[in-house]
């Protein structure tokens, strides 16, 4: 029998404590909260009177692509009171600069940076040393390099730790689903604020001082801050490009380095897949940084990687005025979460999910359906560093898998924690370079 509902009902879900409602549930273990709540409820299903969760991908894919409009991006992770319009117009003005910076981010930029990308990679691995190491750690210390010297190149000294205590310090506090207001008295809340005005007050820094030392010349942008300073008509003030490059920091620390923390973890829990991806990674010479086509396999294996591991495992958006969602209404101020994790690993869209299978990338019918598969999200607020991140995690999996014996400690991690982001917590290895 199927259901029929009245038109723009609001969604079912479970009633939880008379007092505290879902939020221990939930709080206990997200993923497995959700999934029993989708299994009891259907694929719209709400656990407060704020909070809609959706799991059916067409209706994921509308909100995304009416982000901005129906719907707001924007997060902040302490309580304060914000004005709808507001959040509004800082969205519009992030849009703004974020088309600009969209030609600094193309695939011939995020090329050019890929030969500079190897040398931070060797060096980051040598200064690792060969003894055993903190995986997630050593990734960090990677991406942040490379983001600041994509970002800023000559002037990247020292924010690479200023993005990573602004990332450290933001953790606790979005890993709670309770808020607290800016003034509260605890030691996480002032580290976070502290953090984040040091990031502020390091990236406009750098804005002044190249915006001081007069316009690059045409057509040699060294990297995004040149792009940006270039843009013109009209042109971006120092305070959009601040917050652009710092958005942008922010965003392409943490991910690709869970990502390739991953990806490590993957290539030991799997050899057959390991000697495949070793096997391509030899035909090609290192010094010279190969397109990621021309990398069939491994960039087959890096999708799958983001397919069951997505980083970002959990998106939320806030309803910016009362709106329907397929059937279902929805209130000024609602919070709509979905889950990229289940999305990736239904049944209903994939075949053996649980399977880490490159292959599937590569059969020629092999496409999955639409809206299945969003490790980068879609829409106007889709990721800017798309090509950059695939470029970075297709090309670092190639050098390792060529030029590294990658040992993981037998029982250290890889279990994952459900955090801000996805990460297999603990894993630890050794990368040991090989006799060329
Ligand atoms: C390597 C793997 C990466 C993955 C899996 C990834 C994933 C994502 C996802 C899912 C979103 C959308 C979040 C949402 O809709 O709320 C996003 C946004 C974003 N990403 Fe990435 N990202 C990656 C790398 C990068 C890199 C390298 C950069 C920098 C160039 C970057 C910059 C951004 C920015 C600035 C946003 C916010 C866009 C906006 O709100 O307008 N990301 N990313």
């Keep these: 029998m199927t259901t029929v509902h009245t038109p723009a009902a609001r969604p079912p879900g479970p009633r939880g404590h008379r007092l505290l409602g879902n939020v221990v549930d939930y709080d206990k273990d997200r993923v497995a909260f959700l999934e029993r709540c989708r299994r009891e409820y259907g694929d719209v299903f709400s656990f407060d009177p704020r909070t809609v969760v959706i799991a059916d991908p067409a209706l994921i894919h509308d909100i995304l692509s009416r982000t901005n409009d129906d719907f707001l991006a924007e997060t902040v992770p302490l309580a304060v009171r914000t004005d709808e319009e507001e959040t ?119 804005v002044r001082r190249r915006r001081a030392a007069g316009p690059p010349r045409p057509g040699v942008a060294e990297d995004l801050l040149d792009v940006l300073l270039a843009a013109d008509s009209p042109a971006l003030s120092d305070v959009q490009i601040e917050r652009l490059i710092r958005g942008i920091m922010l965003a392409a620390y943490g991910v690709p380095a869970a990502a390739l923390t991953w990806i490590v973890h993957d290539l030991a829990a799997h050899p057959q897949v390991r000697r495949a991806v070793e096997r391509e990674a030899t035909a090609h010479d290192a010094e010279v940084a190969p397109s990621t086509t021309a990398l069939p396999y491994t960039e087959a294996f890096v999708k799958e990687v983001l397919r069951l591991r997505p980083p970002t495992w959990l998106i939320g958006r806030t309803a910016r005025r009362a709106t329907t969602l397929g059937e279902w209404q929805l209130n000024p101020g609602d919070q709509i979460l979905f889950s990229l994790y289940a999305l990736h690993r239904d049944e209903r869209w994939w075949r053996d999910p649980e399977a880490l299978d490159p292959q599937r990338w590569l059969e020629p019918h092999g496409q999955q359906q639409r809206h299945t598969y969003l490790p980068f999200g879609a829409g106007p607020r889709v990721c800017v560093g798309t090509q950059l991140g695939m470029i970075q995690l297709v090309l670092s999996t190639f050098w390792l898998a060529r030029e590294y014996d990658v040992t993981i400690t037998p029982g250290r991690g890889g279990t994952p924690d459900f955090g801000g982001l996805l990460i297999p917590q603990g894993l630890t290895a050794t990368f040991r370079p090989r006799a060329q």
């Design 88 to 206: 509004a117009a800082g969205a519009q003005l992030w849009m703004t600069a974020r088309r600009r910076g969209w030609r600094g981010l193309n695939r011939s930029v995020a090329e050019a940076h890929a030969l500079r990308l190897r040398a931070i990679f060797e060096r980051t691995l040598r200064q690792a040393g060969p003894g055993e190491v903190d995986v997630l750690a050593v990734m960090k210390d990677y991406v942040g390099r490379a983001i600041a010297d994509f970002c800023v190149s000559r002037d990247a000294e020292g924010l690479p730790a200023v993005i990573a205590e602004n990332t450290e310090a933001l953790d606790p506090l979005s890993r709670s689903s309770y808020m607290v207001p800016p003034w509260w008295p605890s030691r996480r809340v002032r580290r976070f604020i502290r953090a984040r005005e040091a990031t502020v007050e390091a990236i406009a820094a750098v």
